[in-house]
């Protein structure tokens, strides 16, 4: 009789249904970058003189003057065309190249800008200023009247992200304000006050998805629709007003886009100050600037980011 014996027999499989699959994707890192980029001067001619009686503070003409007769007849420049009073003003400034958020300060140059009687002379010209930043300013203002104007540039620089594709609704807003202080303030020497101060804003900026330029910003920080502060898709300005006494002036507080797609690649921002007294028809004499030294701090403040709400 036989006898049967089982044999179980195991069958083994290396590949016991596995899936697998590998996927790569990439990250797009750029983030904004915002500094002050120029200034400018320039100081226009009076057309008349002022002349003064310094004893009794009345209006005078040295026509008047006879001879062999006490006459105290002082009288400022006008419109004569030799004058050159207003080279009287002028700014220093401190300079470099740009560099990006983080890296080190190129080297720094020094420089004085003097002003004109007509246009205003800059720092930098033919876009220059959006490859270089200030660090330091000061202006220095020795001509007989008040009327000098000038003027701080600030750059903006666009993240280098499309943003027409972003599922979230990035809104991008503008924040200005300016302030001056007195840093010498007693014996009536406020300089805000005896130059009758004022500040105004004009800032442009050049959106995604609109005008020439459409995409985000690029390595070239003038490729772009903006001149001087103009040409942009998106533009603010002000009329010039008066400082309140150490008032910190809002100026501009509102959107730059309303769509997603349109973020702000570039924007330029002109911060405009003048020695608004030179118009001071009612009182000539306050036109007259003050022998004794006048110290002013002027802060500005400038803020373009995405928001919920202004």
């Known amino acids: 009789m036989r006898k049967w014996i089982p044999i179980l027999m195991t069958l083994a499989s290396s590949s016991a249904f596995a899936v697998q699959v590998n996927f790569s994707f990439n990250v797009n890192s750029s983030g904004p970058s915002i500094y002050p980029c ?5 100081h226009m001619s009076h057309t008349e003189e002022i002349c003064y009686d310094r004893t009794t503070q009345d209006s005078c003409s040295p026509k008047d003057c006879t001879d062999g007769q006490e006459c105290s007849c002082v009288c400022t420049g006008g419109n004569n065309p030799t004058d050159t009073d207003y080279s009287q003003d002028f700014f220093n400034v401190s300079y470099a190249d740009w560099a990006d958020n983080g890296s080190p300060m190129p080297t720094v140059s020094t420089t004085g800008i003097t002003a004109t009687d007509d246009v205003f002379a800059t720092i930098f010209a033919k876009k220059e200023e959006w490859n270089k930043q200030i660090t330091a300013l000061s202006f220095n203002l020795g001509s007989e009247r008040y009327g000098a104007e000038f003027y701080l540039d600030v750059c903006y620089r666009g993240p280098q992200i499309d943003y027409a594709g972003n599922g979230a609704n990035n809104k991008f807003a503008m924040n200005l304000q300016s302030t001056v202080t007195d840093l010498i303030s007693g014996n009536g020497l406020s300089y805000s006050k005896l130059s009758d101060f004022k500040v105004k ?6 959106l995604q998805r609109l005008g020439d330029y459409t995409g985000p910003a690029t390595d070239d920080p003038t490729a772009h629709q903006i001149t001087g502060v103009t040409g942009g898709d ?4 002000t009329s010039y007003t008066s400082f309140g006494a150490g008032a910190n002036l809002s100026l501009v507080k509102d959107w730059i886009n309303q769509s997603n797609a349109q973020a702000p690649r570039f924007c330029k921002i002109r911060y405009s100050f003048i020695e608004n007294m030179r118009n001071n028809s009612s009182d000539l004499q306050s036109q007259i600037r003050r022998w004794r030294l006048q110290e002013a701090r002027i802060s500005t403040f400038s803020d373009i980011s995405s928001k919920k709400e202004l």
């Not at 120029?38 to 320039?42: E, F, L, Q, S, V």
């Not at 804003?201 to 050049?206: E, R």
């Open 38 to 42: 120029d200034a400018g001067i320039r």
């Open 234 to 237: 998106k533009s603010f300005s």
């Open 201 to 206: 804003v004009t800032a442009t900026c050049d």
